[in-house]
């Protein structure tokens, strides 16, 4: 009973942890803090636009995956709050909308469904244009701002950039009322603007650099740390806590984040490790250890020759294991001839039964060349029979040793082979 109550206590901190890891306004809260984020000098940009009724153009640039969109997505749920009859608000991608007539026609119609106006499709991109500064105009006029939010901006400024102009110079007027986001993943966006769009622009930019090593830390354990309000016992809570104090501060787990961070810094990558790990949790401790963010590590590490090598049959092992024999030989140059005779000699040594043809061994020498697991070591001879040309392996004895440990069906004599040769 007691064991059913720890693992019930157990799932429910799993699903706290997991719903954190899926909210972006609890992942980035802790910006709200600090006057000194891109949060805080986005909200205080266009919040003192629409107070102060003026036109105001920005780009928020910096690699995938670094937050732009989380932080531009909590500033307008905040003005949506703030000021709920003062904003009407446009979104457009550049993967969607990056021709001009498309982006036009789109406006139009979520300002006719933002104002409850009926929507033309068969108007022409002209119509939609003059309809757009209309409603500038209109809304400017009754104090109400559009706010146009652009992602993947760099795409917008391919072509003509008529719509960015058009945007951009309807802005100008002082009747009119909004402001442009535009959000890029390549920091010289700016740079592509023509002349006419850029002498428009207002030139300014946030930019989202990587996180530190501090910042990483912090945001783990603001993620991972339960608050004694999580509606969790009281006791569990301080148990977990200090476990995780203690892991935190474990040299290894410190490692853990080096490697994570030399892959791929952003917040994005941050989360799919956490998220990994809190899915390793063991239920039945209920608690989460160094282990299961060990685990997390390397189901993100893609190794794509160590899937190859598990799949492989034991024939095709043993090739390999004979290649590498010969390798360490340090015969200077082989081919499927020389692998026959050390694969002969293997059988005739250890008496095995794993005896196959030299028709089957071929068609398996043919599938190791397939997978790009061996390849051929030169370029010369293609004129020559593929039994013939010299080969090499592309995998690493390491790689070779931990596939035969893994594979449950590998004879103990080619573990035993490979082991001799690496400790001789």
Not at 209 to 226: A, C, K, N, T
């Amino acid at each position: 009973m007691a064991a059913a109550a720890a693992e019930s206590v157990a799932s429910q901190a799993q699903a706290v942890l997991r719903a954190r890891l899926c909210d972006p306004s609890f992942v980035h809260s802790a910006l709200r803090s600090s006057p000194d984020t891109n949060y805080s000098k986005l909200k205080y940009l266009v919040s003192s636009s629409v107070s102060e009724a003026c036109n105001n153009s920005v780009l928020l640039l910096g690699p995938r995956g670094c937050g732009k969109a989380a932080v531009v997505d909590m500033v307008l749920d905040d003005l949506k709050k703030e000021h709920p009859d003062a904003i009407s608000l446009i979104r457009l991608n550049g993967m969607l909308h990056s021709d001009d007539n498309c982006a036009m026609k789109e406006i139009a119609r979520q300002l006719c469904l933002e104002h409850q106006l009926s929507f033309s499709k068969m108007a022409s991109s002209d119509d939609n244009t003059e309809f757009m500064i209309d409603m500038l105009r209109e809304c400017g006029l009754a104090h109400k701002t559009i706010l146009f939010v652009l992602e993947e901006f760099d795409l917008f400024a391919q072509g003509k950039q008529r719509l960015l102009y058009s945007l951009l110079d309807a802005m100008q007027s002082l009747t009119s009322q909004a402001v442009v986001i535009g959000v890029s993943c390549r920091l010289d966006a700016d740079q592509l603007l023509e002349k006419r769009v850029r002498s428009r622009f207002s030139h300014r930019k946030l930019l989202f650099v990587p996180s530190s090593m501090d910042d990483i830390q912090r945001l783990v354990e603001h993620l991972l740390m339960l608050a004694k309000d999580s509606g969790l016992p009281a006791k569990y809570i301080t148990d977990y806590n200090a476990r995780l104090t203690n892991i935190f501060g474990d040299k290894k787990f410190k490692g853990i984040l080096n490697s994570l961070m030399e892959a791929d810094p952003t917040t994005s990558n941050i989360l799919r490790f956490l998220f990994r790990a809190v899915s390793y949790m063991d239920m039945e401790s209920g608690f989460l250890s160094m282990e299961n963010f060990v685990s997390a590590l390397s189901s993100m590490q893609r190794q794509p020759k160590m899937d190859s090598l598990l799949d492989l049959s034991i024939l095709e092992l043993y090739i390999l294991v004979c290649m590498y024999r010969l390798e360490d030989k340090e015969q200077s140059s082989y081919n499927f001839t020389s692998i026959m005779k050390e694969y002969r000699s293997i059988q005739e040594a250890y008496k095995t039964s794993d005896k196959y043809a030299s028709t089957v061994c071929f068609r398996a020498f043919e599938h190791l060349l397939d997978r790009e697991l061996i390849s051929f070591a030169d370029s010369k001879g293609r004129n020559q029979a593929l039994e013939y040309r010299p080969v090499k392996l592309l995998i690493s004895s390491r790689e070779l040793a931990q596939s035969l440990k893994l594979n449950t069906t590998c004879p103990a004599v080619l573990q035993k082979l490979l082991d001799r040769e690496r400790y001789m």
